[in-house]
């Protein structure tokens, strides 16, 4: 017995989370997703996970490249958090020139506004449910200049409040 889809859809609303944009780049092509479920694994070695849904047009490209950017948006950018999310059918060429991009490590696009970027190659993932999870080992971070962090919560963008 578990809880239903709706009610855990309704909790997890309640549990503010940064707002990323997810990219990658390399044989298989450029392309990005926004994502709210990314997080802290290990420090030893540095290593994140980032929920992917697998039936989403850019699982196959994330797959074949193994890298990834987790680029965390500041407040501000909710405009690009939308676009990334899908909303407004933009094609991802088009999605890209909406910011301005450079990379660190692995090529993949690191968001030159952004708060912070992992630079991360995919080390392992595991299918669950309708998504995969991906583990990716971070071997590159830059502090970016975006300010204070954009935060998911209750279904809408929230800045962070510095006490």
């Known amino acids: ?7 855990f859809r309704d909790a997890m609303a309640r549990l503010g ?5 997810v ?3 390399g044989p298989a092509g450029r392309a990005g997703f926004t994502a709210s479920a990314v997080c802290s694994v290990t420090d030893d070695p540095p290593t994140l996970l980032v929920c992917m849904r697998r039936g989403s047009s ?3 490209i994330f797959d074949a490249n193994r890298v990834l950017c ?3 948006l500041a407040v501000g950018q909710q405009a690009l958090s939308s676009v990334f999310a ?6 991802m060429a088009e999605r890209f020139a909406t910011a301005s991009w450079s990379t660190l490590v692995t090529g993949a696009p690191a968001l030159d506004s952004d708060v912070v970027s992992f630079d991360c ?11 995969s999870v991906l583990f990716a080992e971070v071997v590159a971070v ?3 200049t975006g300010g204070r962090a954009l935060i998911y919560w209750q279904r809408d963008y929230h800045g962070l409040q510095v006490a």
């Open 1 to 7: 017995m578990h809880a239903s889809r709706q009610d």
């Open 17 to 21: 989370a940064a707002v990323n944009i």
């Open 23 to 25: 990219t990658t780049d």
């Open 58 to 60: 850019t699982s196959a």
């Open 70 to 72: 987790v680029n965390t």
């Open 86 to 91: 899908g909303f407004g059918d933009v094609a």
């Open 121 to 131: 190659r995919i080390v392992d993932s595991v299918d669950k449910g309708t998504h």
């Open 142 to 144: 830059r502090a970016g």
